[in-house]
């Protein structure tokens, strides 16, 4: 060991301050002391530079700004000698990051290094730059770094650093690693015998099929064969085993790689695999030493995710989830906080959540845990199995565990519970005492829009609403109350209070006095709620009762002068009313429901999904759940009346125009009837904004419903003033209602499912059809996900599958109503007999209220879904060519009006229906070859081959060979292709909203030489 | 992908840091305080993991020194908690059992060491033999540099007499 006696004594002085303060004064003075040493350079011996680079560093460590010495630093790297270049190197790549400029400078010579002959230097630059290497060193090295890893000559402890550079470079610029070439190279080192290079070519590989595992097909059944190989224990030498296990390390990242590939066909290496799998499953035991036990258990972890990946049988899935059973109650806190965090991501897979289930009072446990990390898994845990059957247990759990939770965690923990409550309530007044508790428990964790919610659940449903009004008298009745219960408590009572009013304690004066209480201890914001409500109750007081009423008139006055302008406007404009007399039962009438949208608590919900979701396998897998989950998007305004109702008419219907009347400017009046019924809101005093902002998330953004016009109407039509124009308004609205319109375009969301395995089948105002398939060879397995979108349930639900006669389609019971805001399950299996284009529809109906609907959807189980790309090299396709020769096995087909494009496009095309483009095979640059796979009953997996031949001067024709060992595939596969060249999807208007008859099936229009809408409408 | 290794002794001083992700420095000084007051604050008998901003920090304490690494959520924790194992044998088979002192004078060595250990935030070698041998010939380069430095040295000096 060779010290340096300057850097351990400036070290010890360091540690011998006694305080930050002289810390401070003894790093400024070295500082000044390595600055003025460098300022004559020339006299600094190669000793003395690195001891003063080292002492920079070791101070930049310690969390000081050195902002000078860069220069010396990376002067070093271009040192001729080893010790003076290896400090260069270091003190580089630890004092700079790949943002900073001087790196730019050491370009030059960190390439020399990596291109010259000495080993050393090799390492020291492949290093830095795996490091800290950023874009630039990206474009000029990657090349230089891709021979040293593929390298003959070169020895293991030069490429296992290269192939950790090239990987660093990869995720700097992806571009640098060249998909076509590269593929077989990476399966080549795959083969590598040395572990070290292996394990660093293993991390490339992950991050390369991560990208694309498409071009890395054959790295497949490699992976599988280390993995066998380092399972087994055979031929894994000494020093590369840990505690006895083969390098655990090698073994997980292999595993991962698998992860990204979606399946795995090869019926050998599918075996081979789940044999090591099962092996990993039950053969690691809980052994005493940790070492040992973390090694095996990361291994463990590991195989539970692939097998969760790869969907295996049922039986193994039991036996995983049994596995994570145990774990999450063995007392090792590791595992225990693994097995939650797994548990959470094996949700994912169907099937399996009623087995989880079973572990729901472990789980509850977990909550309670002593360490925050695991009560944060089980929180994650019992948020991702809640649904309808045990919402109530969850939710009353985690609303126990608010009042002792960490302060961290209660506002996710009050968010969670809300949306819980909102989404699967078995009845909306438990929903509301869920609420209620939220908000006595936690407060101050309680946004806006959880109490705007429930507002608009009990103003939408009448049978709440006495039993709201009660709840929240009691919460207030209580002496300390949180400002949030009291906003709730004063809307709800306005509203509803006089409901209750034959109940003891519930005579407006005294809920009058109840709420007045609480005037002293609120803000600002608070004190309009309680205005209104004041309003409220004296309008509901009948017979009128003078003495309240001269109280809440001197409270108004009081506020007549309020320095809040919403507070005053408030005051003023309630005292002006009620001058009006009986005028004012119409004007304060309570308020109209809410039209159905989208929960905002929801909303985000998901946007924090999205926003922290990841990259991974798993991590993808769960977001196309979340895709297939209950989304909701905001209605789109059936008809023209733009206006948003906004808060004003949350508090008061009518007020402002109301007031302006009185005041009598006519040109309101003028304004009132050129808009329209909705303008009788429009002529807001500025100040009401303020209001809406407070109230906003509950105003209504989306059409007015029905119910609010027509509430307008009637209020305008006791006011006397209702014109033609509102006439008429409401009656289109009234048509609206009645029809039942689709939420995006049915064809678009057809065709995109034809290219892709999840997504929205069909939208509309009540229900949202989800579909997520998987395909394996000539078998498929759908899951419709039904969700229904109101706060009503759906009834005399009813799917029947009409099949072409080549699809074997069985749909499991679905059930005859949704619960309102439920989502339901149907999963539908699909064998494939034999090619043909036939396309399967689903004839799906549904009551909401009055509304019958019914529409016929096709399912996206389509030719191209049993196709599997296949890479065929020469050797394979030209004899296979050759020995199809002719018709009906090979035909030909010129094809003319083909939608012109780029031949790389056309790739695309097919490569997006499976059909894999093979390079190289066709000299003329103008044609394509490809292969694919096709699988059915009758066919089994055939290979078919493709050829194109396009003409440079005319992109509208070419010339088409398909072949294949079955004449019907051949001529359907032609057929399929064809009918893509041609006919390239544009999206077809839906009809207009208008022309639909009252209960129409929206049906969109379909190409008539569309096969599948020929046979939907035979149907129909 | 692990972003970051920070060596933390239980008075919250820093004792070795190396960054595989782009952080300014002013990043770097507000990791080390927030994380040194989430992973010091923690009881022994808790599991070695804790969230952090959208990432997981895997910890161990050995004797006075606590080894953090940060890496993915969806990285394998038990995988990297092993490293961190790996990093400490392979430094006590070097020092000769390690303790907090000898990292604190030869912080430089430590860093040779993790070298060779980690690259691009990945396990670069998982024998222990390989990272000694390698680690030892470092040392006798620069030894062999350092006796021709002196030999030259002697040799101008005599000729200098």
Same mark, same amino acid.
Request: aromatic share 8%; proline share 6%; with cysteine.
């Given at each position: /060991? ?127 730059? &795996? ?76 991050? %390369? ?129 693994? &097995? ?16 989880? @289930? ?126 949030? /219960? ?111 949208? @989208? ?58 125009? %109301? ?53 307008? =109407? ?137 509304? /019958? ?73 103008? =044609? ?93 | ?161």
């Amino acid at each position: /060991m060779h010290g340096m006696r300057g850097l351990s004594v400036f070290i010890s002085d360091i540690r011998n301050c006694q305080n930050k303060e002289q810390e401070r004064l003894r790093i400024d003075k070295e500082l000044g002391n390595v600055r003025n040493r460098f300022k004559n350079e020339k006299g600094l011996t190669p000793y003395e530079k690195k001891k003063y680079v080292w002492k920079m560093l070791y101070i930049f460590m310690l969390g000081y700004d050195v902002d000078f010495g860069h220069m010396e630093a990376v002067s070093l790297i271009s040192a001729p000698k080893y010790p003076e270049k290896q400090v260069g190197y270091i003190v580089t790549s630890c004092l700079l990051n790949e943002n900073h400029d001087f790196l730019r400078l050491a370009i030059n010579t960190v390439r020399n290094d990596i291109i010259g002959r000495n080993e050393t230097f090799q390492c020291l630059a492949l290093t830095m730059v &795996g490091n800290i290497g950023g874009r630039e060193f990206a474009e000029s090295l990657a090349p230089d770094v891709q021979k040293l890893l593929l390298s003959s000559s070169c020895r293991p402890l030069v490429r296992k650093k290269a192939a950790l550079c090239l990987l660093r470079l990869y995720r700097k610029n992806p571009d640098v690693v060249n998909v076509d070439g590269w593929a077989d190279r990476m399966a080549q080192l795959l083969d590598e015998r040395d572990l070290g290079v292996l394990t660093s070519s293993m991390s490339l590989l992950v991050a %390369l099929v991560s990208n694309n595992h498409e071009a890395y097909w054959s790295c497949l059944p490699k992976c599988v064969k280390i993995l066998d190989r380092l399972a087994r224990n055979q031929d894994v030498p000494q020093e590369y085993t840990y505690y006895g296990i083969p390098s655990p390390w090698l073994q997980v990242k292999t595993m991962r790689a698998l992860q990204y590939f979606p399946t795995i066909e090869d019926p050998y290496t599918r075996r081979t695999l789940f044999e090591v799998l099962q092996r990993i499953l039950m053969g690691t035991d809980v052994v005493k030493n940790v070492n040992k036990n973390n090694a095996s258990h990361a291994v463990l972890f590991e195989a539970l995710a692939l097998v969760m990946h790869l969907d295996a049988e049922k039986e193994m899935m039991s036996q995983c989830v049994a596995l994570l059973g145990k774990f999450i109650a063995v007392r090792e806190p590791n595992i225990r906080y693994l &097995g939650l965090e797994n548990m959470t991501r094996m949700l994912m897979v169907t099937d399996v959540q009623d087995i989880i @289930k079973r572990h729901q009072a472990q789980i509850i446990t977990s909550l309670k845990d002593p360490d925050v990390s695991i009560r944060r898994r089980a929180l994650d845990l019992l948020y991702g199995m809640c649904d309808v059957t045990n919402a109530k247990d969850i939710v009353e759990e985690l609303l126990q565990y608010l009042s002792s939770a960490d302060f961290t965690m209660r506002e996710e923990l009050s968010l969670k519970a809300a949306i819980l409550a909102e989404k699967f309530a078995p009845d909306l007044s438990w929903y509301v005492d869920v609420i209620l508790q939220l908000i006595d428990k936690a407060g101050d964790f309680i946004s806006d829009d959880i109490w705007f919610r429930v507002v608009q659940f009990v103003t939408n449903n009448d049978d709440l609403q006495p039993y709201a009004a009660a709840k929240v008298k009691e919460y207030i009745d209580k002496p300390a109350v949180h400002e949030t /219960m009291v906003k709730v408590s004063a809307y709800i009572l306005g509203e509803y209070s006089h409901l209750l009013a034959r109940r003891p304690g519930c005579s407006p004066k005294e809920i009058f006095s109840i709420l007045h209480e609480k005037l002293p201890t609120v803000s600002t914001t608070t004190i309009p709620i309680l205005l209104s409500a004041y309003a409220k109750i004296l309008m509901h007081t009948q017979p009128p009762d003078q003495e309240l009423q001269s109280q809440i008139w001197a409270i108004f006055n009081k506020y007549e002068s309020c320095i809040d302008a919403e507070i005053q406007q408030r005051a003023v404009e309630y005292l002006a009313l009620c001058q009006k007399g009986a005028a004012l039962t119409d004007i304060l009438a309570e308020m109209p429901k809410f039209p159905e949208r @989208k929960s905002s608590l929801i909303k985000r919900a998901e946007y924090s999904e999205a926003d922290t979701a990841e990259q991974s396998a798993i991590k993808l897998r769960a977001q196309q759940q979340t895709s297939n989950a209950l989304v909701v998007t905001d209605q789109i305004p059936a008809n023209g009346a733009t206006s948003p109702v906004s808060v004003g008419q949350l508090s008061l219907v009518k007020v402002p125009s %109301l007031v302006t009347t009185e005041n009598d400017t006519s040109t309101d009046r003028a304004l009132s009837q050129q808009n329209g019924a909705s303008s009788k809101v429009d002529p807001q005093p500025p100040s009401a904004d303020l209001l809406s902002d407070i109230l906003g998330p509950l105003a209504i953004e989306g059409p007015p419903g029905a119910t609010v016009q027509s509430e307008h =109407n009637a209020v305008s039509g006791l006011e006397g003033d209702s014109d033609a124009v509102d006439g008429s308004a409401i009656v289109v609205v009234e048509e609206q209602t009645n029809t039942v319109q689709p939420i995006g375009n049915i064809d678009e969301r057809f065709r995109a499912l034809c290219l892709k395995d999840s997504g929205v089948l069909y939208e509309d105002p009540y229900i949202q059809i989800g579909i997520k398939a998987e395909w394996r060879g000539h078998h498929g397995r759908l899951v419709l996900f039904l969700g229904n979108k109101n706060t009503a349930p759906l009834i005399s639900v009813q799917a029947i599958i009409l099949p072409p006669a080549q699809l074997k389609v069985e749909l499991s019971l679905v059930p005859d109503t949704i619960p309102p805001r439920a989502q339901v399950q149907c999963p539908l299996e699909v064998v494939n007999l034999r090619p043909s284009r036939d396309v399967a529809v689903l004839d799906f109906s549904y009551k909401f209220g009055t509304n /019958m609907v019914n529409v016929k959807l096709r399912l996206p189980a389509v030719l191209n879904k049993f196709l599997q790309p296949i890479q065929v090299s020469a050797e394979e396709f030209f004899p296979q060519w050759r020995s199809l020769s002719g018709p009906p096995l090979k035909l030909q087909e010129v094809v003319r009006g083909v939608r012109p494009m780029p031949l790389p496009e056309m790739a695309n095309l097919l490569s997006s229906f499976h059909i894999m483009i093979c390079p190289g095979l066709d000299p003329n640059p103008n =044609n394509l070859v490809a292969s694919t796979t096709f699988y059915s009953e009758s066919t089994r997996a055939m290979l078919c081959l493709v050829r194109i031949e396009t003409d440079p001067a005319d992109r509208t024709q070419l010339r088409m060979t398909l072949s294949s060992g079955d004449p019907t595939l051949t001529f359907e596969l032609k057929e399929f292709i064809k009918e893509q060249l041609i006919s390239i999807p544009t999206a077809p208007r839906s009809p207009a909203p208008s022309a639909a008859p009252p209960t129409a099936q929206p049906s969109p229009q379909i190409p008539p030489n569309d096969p599948a809408a020929i046979l939907a409408g035979l149907l129909s | 992908m692990i972003h970051f290794v920070l060596l933390i002794s239980r008075q919250g001083k820093v004792r070795l840091t190396k960054w595989y992700s782009p952080y300014s420095q002013k990043e770097r000084t507000k990791v080390i305080r927030e994380l040194s007051g989430v992973i010091l604050t923690r009881g022994p008998k808790l599991c070695n993991f804790v969230d952090w901003r959208g990432f997981k920090v895997v910890y161990k304490r050995y004797a006075s020194l606590y080894f953090c690494m940060c890496i993915d959520q969806d990285d394998n924790e038990l995988e990297v908690l092993e490293i961190i194992h790996h990093f400490v044998e392979i430094l006590d088979r070097y020092f000769g059992s390690v303790c907090e002192l000898d990292l604190i004078f030869n912080f430089h060595k430590a860093y040779y060491i993790l070298d060779e250990l980690l690259l691009a935030g990945e396990l670069q070698e998982s024998s222990k033999k390989t990272i000694a041998r390698l680690i030892a010939a470092q040392d006798s380069l620069v030894e062999t540099a350092k006796e021709q430095a002196s030999s030259i040295s002697n040799i101008i000096a005599q000729a200098t007499k």
